[in-house]
């Protein structure tokens, strides 16, 4: 390679031309091979060419355009050789065998000028699930596993005056994928949320670039931060540096951290062809000791605070290797008090919000700035917590993204729940070690969980655990379960009646009993019609068929319960007339049950509650599930749901106790705070008489009552007094159970089939019953109604019971009579009640409409709004079909826009005229091309789906970027529910 560096001024210009970034020897000096209009990469199956793939003189005219970093699948999905996969069936018709086997990649490459008497290295990020690795038909190595990264010495194998050949033979993951083909991409066989995808994910699935350096280099940099207070920390820094000449080197490692300008640098001398370990500490130098550190916050709890440690390794007058890491001040603590997971940071504890992510998208095509975009909305929905589930997202741009906008990671390794191993223990440890190394610089890792709702077998539990200890020196807590130890479980996953979530317990699979810390909880989450049209063929729009369910609504999905979103949406708004009407309807479930998911967990934090993460948060493939925004980046009903309930100052109801509360979920209590409720009915009129205010402060960490709304509770128990009789009695009569004394029981006999039912006298509504159990429960019953003592109708059933106090709400229902039906005991004994309720379900509050609507807000000491919060509620509380009494709202829209740094601001003003002959409920605003009439995507909403009383106006901002309007610019309409309504 001598003789080069007069070239340098020349092909500095070059790179550019060529799209490669230009640098100078004082850079990060790499060259990326990704796919783009100048790298160009083909792929072909290795069945159809054979062992001369590898060959550097094979042509390529016949192979299809690969995509880098992507997948085989993806890259004949780019070149237009399959259908769109999104769309209808069509995934689901592609020839599997075409893809389930192994691939070529093919690219050319020149070595860069500036690269002249350097060291070149040719690098891999990541490749699912092995590959052999050709350079000009020599094997240069294998990788094994997506976390492992190749780094190839090339400088005497490249040539440096022409074309060099790289060929890639990628082998797919090996079947079982959970856990015998792990590490891989665990989903891509299919799940509940994603369908098959054939090649399951295999390909050159992350970075391919080039580098240069001296004979040192640089190898994997760890910044580690500790914090005897907050404002001190002292930093420590250790890597290694690799010689590869064949004599000992001397050079000086440099490194300079911003902001603070803090400098400091070592000589260095590592043998030949050899590793040395260097570390710095406070001790080494005192410029590692920061005062009052500028620290790193999760969202909601400060700015997340980024350094940046530039380090360079110098021989002589030359630099050798340089390296740039972003590194935030951290401290994170755990405890398990009361057997539940509480998570510290820099002394605070932090309540968790957050959602699951289980793959960025289904064929790994979200790439680089995406993933800002996709971690931009988790801020915007106030979450601090992303649970990267089975550790199915692996890109840098994820990580990053999380660490700008102070969101914490769950990280996770590549076991679900599965009593197997990995066929190849030393190549998944491999893989988890190296994924500890990749990602442990970045401030939002919070936890390592080894297995989904499982156990690792052994011996990987005791290793992962020793990898973490190892390599991340226990800086973060190791779980080894998802849904145990310290944790709650997992699920429902399915949309449930807002008092379901405010009443003891919500329950999960696995875990502990109580709100705790539950790692995921979710609900069927419902497109709009705009996204729903272009994934589904239009004669599958209506009604609901086996198309959805390709969707994942329907049996697909069944953990989503799609038929009771079906019943909610009916029962509660009315029998949808069409598609349209279904996917306006189903926004309003969407945002109910998932605002109450948070606020149900909010009311309990500093007692039981320590954080919830929907599953999930957002959308891999296009479908009716799990998701706040969609796979297009509609924001749904559940985003500004969970937006509004995750505020980290809010006020918010409970409509099991009609309790309102404020919640702080930040890091200072605030005091002088003004509580206020406004009950309104249809005609959007206050009713006086319910309004209420208080003065209240509200500490950190805590949900604090102001007081309660005088409406009739739920719990009006008609049980009381009423004829009882059971299948049996051991001991006591069946009435000691509903005559009001907490001493008296009734015990059944020592059988698992053994009921007690209770007579109302006459057909009430009832919406759900207490039990108040002894030390003989049932571990698994059902609740049961009937009408005529004869058929039975169940409608709830557990296999969660538990000693002690149970309350259990259900959808109303009109019954006589009611029972608990046991199935399985939870001791020796038989059954065993103190107490027997049965709650009422249509108990109306005077002067109220049949729906009406309470408004919430909270405001500082100098009237300024802090929080707002609307519910909607029924006299027959489920049961929201008055809404369809609604008149027309004509209301007027205003806006102003602004534009700065490629993006508009749009500040929006909404009225609803006093003149209005009723509220406006569920505003939508939606933003359109002015000509086309295309929805534009992605955008930011400050609201939506938000209603407004007559004579009231709302203010939201919207944000998205410029390039995603024509010349002919955008349309912004608001459109309540009310002017949808099929009127007859």
């Known amino acids: ?41 083909y792929v072909k199956s290795a069945a159809e060419t054979g062992t001369n793939a590898k060959d550097s003189q094979l042509q390529t005219s016949d192979w299809t355009k690969a995509i880098v970093p992507g997948t085989t699948f993806s890259s004949f999905v780019a070149a237009g050789k399959e259908e769109d996969p999104n769309f209808g069936d069509n995934i689901y018709k592609v020839d599997r065998s075409k893809y389930d086997r192994d691939f070529w990649y093919r690219t050319t490459f020149k070595i860069p000028a500036a690269y002249a008497q350097k060291r070149v290295w040719l690098n891999f990020n990541g490749v699912n699930r092995k590959a052999s690795v050709y350079l000009n038909g020599k094997l240069l190595g294998n990788l094994d596993g997506f976390m492992d990264r190749g780094h190839f010495d090339i400088t005497d194998d490249a040539v440096t005056n022409g074309d060099n050949v790289l060929a890639v033979l990628v082998s797919i993951p090996i079947q079982p994928l959970a856990n015998v083909g792990s590490p891989n991409y665990v989903a891509s066989a299919g799940w509940d949320w994603i369908p098959y995808v054939p090649g399951l994910n295999s390909g050159i699935t992350d970075k391919v670039f080039l580098s240069a350096s001296g004979d040192l280099s640089i190898q994997d940099p760890w910044v580690r931060t500790d914090l005897p207070t907050n404002a001190k920390a002292y930093v420590s820094l250790s890597m290694q540096v690799k010689n590869s000449a064949s004599k000992d080197v001397d050079g000086t490692l440099q490194g300079t951290i911003m902001p603070g300008n803090i400098q400091f640098s070592q000589k260095v001398r590592v043998n030949r062809n050899s590793t040395k370990d260097i570390s710095f500490t406070k001790r080494d130098f005192e410029q590692l000791i920061l005062n009052n550190p500028r620290l790193w916050w999760p969202n909601g709890y400060g700015a997340p605070n980024l ?52 793959m960025s998208e289904y064929m790994l095509r979200c790439r680089g700035a995406e993933y800002d975009t996709k971690v931009r909305l988790h801020k915007e929905m106030n979450f601090n917590m992303i649970r990267n589930w089975i550790g199915l997202t692996t890109d840098e741009e994820f990580y990053e993204a999380c660490d700008k906008y102070g969101i914490m990671v769950w990280d996770e390794f590549w076991l679900n729940s599965n009593p197997n191993l990995p066929a190849d223990l030393q190549a998944f440890n491999a893989n988890a070690i190296e994924k ?237 705070l003004t509580a206020s409720a406004e009950i309104y009915n249809l005609d959007g009129r206050i009713v006086k008489q319910y309004s209420k205010s208080a003065q209240i402060s509200s500490p ?79 571990k698994s019953f059902k609740i049961e109604v009937s009408d005529d003592n004869s058929r039975w109708q169940q409608v709830y059933r557990t296999d969660e019971g538990r000693v002690g106090q149970q309350k259990i709400v259900f959808p109303e229902v009109s019954a006589r009579y009611v029972r608990m039906h046991g199935i399985e005991r939870g001791s020796w004994w038989g059954y065993s009640l103190f107490d027997f309720e049965v709650y009422q379900g249509d108990v109306a509050s005077a ?95 400050s609201d939506n789906y938000f209603s407004l009383m007559n004579g009231e106006t709302k203010t939201v901002t919207i944000e998205f970027d410029s390039n995603a309007v024509g010349k002919d610019g955008f349309k912004l309409t608001a459109e309540p529910f009310n002017n949808h309504i099929v009127r007859k």
Request: hydrophobic share 35%.
């Open 700 to 778: 950190a960490y805590s949900a604090g009552e102001a007081f309660k709304l005088d409406l009739t509770p739920d719990q009006t128990d008609l049980a009381r007094g009423k004829k009882m009789f059971a299948s049996s009695s051991q001991d006591g009569d069946p009435s000691a159970t509903n005559d009001g004394n907490a001493q008296t029981r009734w015990a059944s006999r020592y059988n698992d089939d053994e009921w007690i039912c209770v007579d109302l006298g006459k057909t009430a509504v009832v919406n759900g019953v207490g039990l108040n159990w002894e030390e003989a429960y049932a």
């Open 307 to 358: 350094y940046e440690l530039d380090l360079k390794l110098t021989v002589g007058d030359n630099i050798s290797d340089e390296k740039q890491v972003k590194f935030g001040v951290k401290r994170y603590s755990y405890d398990t008090t009361g057997d539940v997971l509480h998570i510290a940071i820099n002394g605070t504890p932090v309540f968790i919000k957050g959602g699951n992510w289980g």
């Open 1 to 41: 390679m001598t003789g080069m560096n007069h070239l340098l001024g020349r092909a500095l210009v070059v790179m550019a031309a060529l799209g490669f970034p230009t640098v100078v020897a004082a850079q990060v000096n790499t060259v990326s091979l990704g796919s783009s209009d100048q790298q160009i990469w």
């Open 436 to 672: 500890i190394k990749r990602v442990r610089n970045h401030p939002a890792v919070a936890i390592w969980c080894a297995d989904n709702e499982g156990w690792p077998e052994p011996p990987l539990n005791n290793w992962l655990r020793e990898d973490v200890r190892v390599f991340d020196k226990g800086d973060r807590f190791y779980q080894p379960n998802s849904h145990a130890e310290g944790l709650t479980g997992s699920g429902p996953w399915m949309a449930k009646d807002p008092r379901y979530y405010f009443t003891a317990y919500p329950t999960g699979l696995g875990g502990n009993k109580g709100w705790g810390m539950r790692s995921e909880i979710g609900t069927a989450v419902f497109v709009n019609i705009e996204s729903f049209k272009k994934f589904m063929p239009q004669e599958k729009w209506w009604p609901r068929n086996e198309m959805w369910n390709q969707h994942f609504f329907g049996p697909n999905a069944f953990n989503a319960g799609p038929d009771e979103y079906d019943q909610m949406i009916s029962r509660g708004y009315g029998k949808p007339e069409g598609i349209e009407d279904y996917c306006r309807k189903a926004q309003f479930v969407n945002l109910e049950s998932n605002k109450a998911m948070y606020e149900g967990w909010l009311d309990h934090i500093g007692e039981d509650a320590a954080g919830v993460m929907t599953w999930m948060s957002q959308s891999a493939y296009p479908s009716m599930v799990w998701q706040t925004y969609d796979y297009y980046y509609d924001l749904t009903g559940a985003y500004f749901g969970a937006k509004k309930a995750c505020e980290p100052l809010h006020i918010q109801w409970n409509p099991v106790t009609n309790a309102i509360k404020v919640v702080n979920t930040t890091r200072s209590e605030v005091t002088d």
């Open 847 to 941: 002067g109220l409409s049949d729906v009406h609507f309470i408004k919430l807000k909270l405001a500082g000491k100098d009237g300024r709004p802090i929080s707002e919060n609307f519910y909607w509620r029924g006299n027959k509380r489920k049961d929201y079909s008055a809404l369809n009494t609604l008149g027309k709202a004509e209301l007027k829209v205003q806006y102003k826009t602004t534009k700065a740094d490629g993006k508009t601001y749009v500040t929006a003003t909404i009225n609803n005229p006093v003149s209005s002959a009723s509220a406006a409920f569920g505003i939508r605003l939606l933003l359109t091309g002015a000509t086309d009439g295309k929805q534009i995507l992605p955008a930011i909403f």
